[in-house]
């Protein structure tokens, strides 16, 4: 199915700093989702959000549902090491059900 | 939230062979599961939701008859790669829980 454009591809930071990545859809999702996968394991739920304009943190996690339900934004503050993986966004759109839509994924690099 | 379990984790089978995997909902009883595929370097891809007590739906360009899906109970369901070839080759991941969105660790499928 349709991919969500997720940006950036990947990202090399020191620890400590603060980490964005964002994904945006041409379609209206109702449903926006943030996963992360470590190496040979299946993807991990960080942060779901249900409502244009939600706002939801997960400890050093802060994850936003776009006012124009097209896009969403995860925020990582203050980078450690076991931070390291792959970040995918989801969407679940009106039409579909449960099926879930990824983007293609931030490979994220934190340099100790 | 729920606890999806996933078996085999790694699974190597010679060409024109069948490999089942298994995808358990340990602490919810689901009437639908889903199951992605994942190629290395690259994004989930949905293959096919499934429904317990009736067919599968698969997505589009999924082959149902090479992809066979059985959700015979609520807690059980079940990929079966048939005829397997080198191409078959990747990462299964099924999904589970109210809304879908808790993952199995997935299954590493070798076909030689």
């Known amino acids: 199915g349709q991919q969500l454009n997720q940006s950036p591809q990947s990202m090399f930071i020191q620890e400590g700093e603060d980490v964005s990545m964002n994904c945006t859809s041409s379609s209206i999702f109702n449903t926006w989702l943030w996963y992360k996968q470590d190496p040979g394991e299946g993807p991990v739920l960080l942060i779901a959000?249900?409502?244009?304009?939600e706002l939801t943190s997960n400890g050093r996690l802060t994850a936003q549902f776009g006012i124009t339900r097209k896009d969403s934004f995860l925020n990582i503050s203050a980078s450690i090491p076991s931070d390291v993986g792959i970040y995918f966004c989801?969407?679940?759109?009106?039409?579909?059900?449960?099926?879930?839509?990824f983007g293609e994924g931030t490979q994220l690099t934190v340099n100790p | 939230g729920a606890v999806v379990s996933q078996h085999p984790s790694w699974v190597i089978c010679k060409s024109g062979t069948s490999v089942k995997i298994e995808c358990r909902s340990l602490d919810f009883q689901a009437t639908t599961m889903f199951w992605y595929r994942q190629f290395p370097k690259q994004s989930l891809m949905l293959m096919a939701t499934?429904?317990?007590?009736?067919?599968?739906?698969?997505e589009q360009g999924v082959e149902k008859d090479k992809f066979l899906i059985n959700h015979a109970s609520l807690t059980l369901s079940t990929l079966t790669v048939t005829s397997a070839h080198p191409e078959d080759s990747s990462f299964y991941i099924c999904?589970?829980?109210?809304?879908?969105?808790?993952f199995g660790s997935g299954t590493r499928l070798t076909v030689v």
């Open positions: 989801a969407g679940r759109r009106e039409t579909s059900g449960s099926r879930l839509t």
């Open positions: 959000l249900y409502k244009a304009g």
């Open positions: 499934s429904n317990e007590g009736s067919k599968a739906t698969y």
């Open positions: 999904s589970s829980g109210r809304d879908g969105y808790t």
